[in-house]
């Protein structure tokens, strides 16, 4: 068993102390992140990314992906006791969550979120273990026009699997890829775009998009939806967990079917919110007494928070192996790695076993420490969420300010978050949706550089893409999922048509 | 979360369809320079392979074509429209932030980002907040302050000062 081996040898590399310290710094970060408006995985990643820009990578991935996974654990902290989604991802939470802690369970329904959310990154982090070292190896053989096929296949999922209107989707994506393209064209050396401007030679970072497009743009949604926390308080003690935990055990049926939904629409990049939804409404459909869900049903917390976490911990899969990352915190993670001079991908597995196999045991150690933290921590979580919110506005604005302001110590990010924070706010209210936008930009130079060199292999032709099996059912796959709310469109139109002659 | 809902009564919110056909607008345009730019540059082949514009041309083909998509589709239901973006109470809540945030990033370049924002935060707090002056004034000194000390000390990551700083010799 190779994976065995290399995985007890990334636990010796994690358990280092100054690793476990990294990891409790990222867990409480990453709840605290999780917990405030405005502040979320992606953003918080983000924020955090240029401070660690002197560290030894393994131990700033460790630390930034613990605030990751704090951050998929304190949004349940929110959404339960305030009604009030931390995260995207755990919208579906306040549904059955909320009800619970208004009936007084909020103990209960916190266990059993913190318990789900810990099984399903539980069963990624396996399915990371044992698959992802094999999807390397297979990877290693592929070329360019391989790599633009799984990029297409990623991007067109995005069109295909979004609950967005899909010519909003197509066009946010296509705006991440404009953004892209500012800048020195890496190939022939031109300048695109770039009206003559020097900021403008850099091209737009996409750690400056993030952090303005989720963090000033939630701010701005947050005062419109007007601000009353009104919580619930909780405290957790042994006996409710010990209790919950007996009670969760015949729920696992609704674990299995949420942890396959997370990891397949973790890898694919559908990402945890609308796996979150999916398996909500899985678990609603296959219950019994349909009419519990919603008014306080743990089963509607297991579900929701099981596959938000497995698709937010599967999401690395992808990102480590093919370097394509799942959601958007992934690719945050997946620039941190390019600015470390890590190159993503197959290649990682061969020569960073260190880095790569140190990530892996973190994340089980960060799982099994994070659930421990948030279970005895969480009255201090709901604490700081009494802090009023005129308070809380003003500081989050001023750390996005410095967190864009560090990346490159230049002014002109600080304006341009605020332009990203506008779009942010506008495309939120008007449906585009952010996370692909944000994955074109960090991956349109990518798919460039590999559309281009297929192109030069090909002398042009189209035929590269279809030349054998793998790519060309890649491409069939992204054609498929592309042309797939077209398919959703006509039954609509049929429909109507047929009401229609039905009425006259 | 609730932008889907339908219209209440007429004259306290933004209709959609404005919001919608500018956006849209603004995409249409951002997508035609791509296209310009693109040919500025040369989207066929040259000796040594696809040149600069070739693969933006058709990022910039795709987002003209489909926000040109939304836009016409908000300008041809433009009548019947009735979905509406926010309401006007709503919108002043997003000024009461955009105002004093947008503000606070025109001082960024003069003041540095220390002073601004100890100033936001004060401002904040006393026009929405229920605090005192000692409470307003000691958050918004002490949080650049321990910003301050993360940053430049522990993190030896310098910050934009302005002459303030200057003035007490950092």
């Known amino acids: 068993m190779d994976e065995i081996n290399s995985l007890m040898h990334g636990f010796s590399v994690a358990l280092t102390l100054p690793n476990v310290g990294f990891m409790l710094v990222g867990l409480l970060l990453g709840v605290l992140i999780g917990v405030l408006p405005g502040l979320g995985g992606a953003n918080g990643v983000a924020i955090l990314l240029p401070l660690t820009f002197s560290m030894n990578p393994t131990s700033a991935i460790i630390m930034l992906s613990c605030i990751y996974w704090g951050a998929l654990f304190g949004g349940a902290i929110t959404s339960i006791l305030f009604n009030i989604p931390g995260e995207p991802w755990s919208v579906a939470t306040t549904f059955d969550g909320f009800p619970l802690a208004q009936q007084g369970r909020a103990a209960e329904a916190l266990t059993a979120a913190f318990t789900s959310s810990f099984v399903g990154a539980l069963f990624a982090v396996l399915a990371i273990t044992f698959l992802a070292p094999l999807l390397a190896k297979f990877a290693l053989e592929f070329g360019p026009p391989e790599f633009f096929a799984v990029q297409m296949l990623t991007f067109c999922s995005f069109i295909g699997m979004s609950k967005e209107p899909p010519m909003k989707t197509l066009a946010a994506m296509m705006f991440g890829f404009a953004l892209a393209a500012v800048g020195m064209d890496t190939v022939t050396g031109q300048l695109r775009m770039t009206f003559g401007f020097t900021e403008m030679l850099k091209g737009f970072d996409f750690l400056i998009a993030v952090i303005g497009l989720f963090g000033i743009g939630e701010i701005l949604t947050t005062m419109e939806e007007g601000l009353a926390f009104k919580g619930k308080s909780a405290k957790i003690n042994f006996r409710v967990v010990l209790n919950t935990w007996k009670e969760l055990l015949q729920y696992w049926r609704t674990f299995i079917r949420s942890v396959l939904i997370g990891c397949w629409m973790g890898i694919t990049p559908g990402g945890a919110t609308p796996a979150s939804f999916m398996s909500y409404g899985m678990a609603r459909r296959a219950a019994k007494d349909k009419e519990s869900f919603g008014r306080g049903n743990i089963e509607g917390v297991v579900a929701p928070e099981t596959a938000a976490h497995a698709a937010g911990t599967s999401a690395l899969l992808p990102m480590l192996t093919l370097g394509i990352p799942g959601s958007p915190t992934a690719a945050v993670l997946l620039g941190g790695l390019l600015i470390w001079g890590l190159q993503p991908g197959p290649l990682l597995f061969v020569e960073q076993k260190d880095f790569v196999w140190g990530l892996i045991a973190s994340m089980y150690l960060g799982n099994i420490v994070g659930l421990i933290v948030v279970l005895t921590t969480v009255p201090w979580w709901a604490a700081i969420l009494r802090i009023p919110f005129p308070v809380i506005a003003p500081v989050i604005i001023f750390i996005c300010a410095i967190g864009a302001y560090t990346v490159h110590s230049s002014i002109f990010d600080v304006v341009m978050m605020l332009v990203f924070g506008v779009f942010g706010y506008l495309f939120k209210k008007l449906r585009y949706p952010l996370a692909p936008l944000v994955l074109a930009l960090v991956l349109g130079d990518m798919a460039e550089s590999s559309f281009r060199q297929s192109m030069l292999l090909s002398q042009g032709g189209l035929g590269i893409f279809v030349s054998n099996w793998l790519v060309g059912s890649l491409m069939a796959l992204s054609i498929f999922l592309l042309l797939l709310p077209m398919w959703g469109a006509l039954k609509a139109m049929f429909r109507r048509r047929e009401a229609r002659a039905y009425l006259s | ?170």
Do not use: N
């Open chain 2, 1 to 170: 979360m609730s932008t889907e809902s339908e219209a209440p009564g007429p004259g306290a919110a933004l209709r959609r369809r404005g919001p919608e056909a500018g956006v849209a607008l603004l995409l249409l345009v951002i997508g035609l320079i791509v296209i310009i730019d693109s040919l500025r540059v040369g989207i066929e082949w040259a000796d040594d392979g696809p040149r600069a514009g070739y693969f933006p041309f058709f990022i910039g083909c795709l987002l003209s074509l489909s926000s040109g998509w939304t836009l016409l589709r908000a300008l041809l239901s433009w009548r019947e429209e009735t979905a509406i973006f926010s309401e006007y109470s709503q919108l002043r809540d997003v000024a009461a932030m955009a105002i004093p945030l947008t503000i606070f990033v025109a001082a960024v370049p003069w003041l540095g980002l220390y002073v601004p924002g100890a100033l936001l935060i004060g401002y904040f707090m006393r026009r929405h907040g229920t605090g005192g002056w000692l409470a307003t004034l000691a958050v918004a000194i002490c949080t650049p302050i321990v910003f301050f000390l993360i940053f430049e000390r522990w993190f030896l990551v310098p910050l934009a000062k302005g002459p303030l700083e200057a003035w007490l010799g950092f």
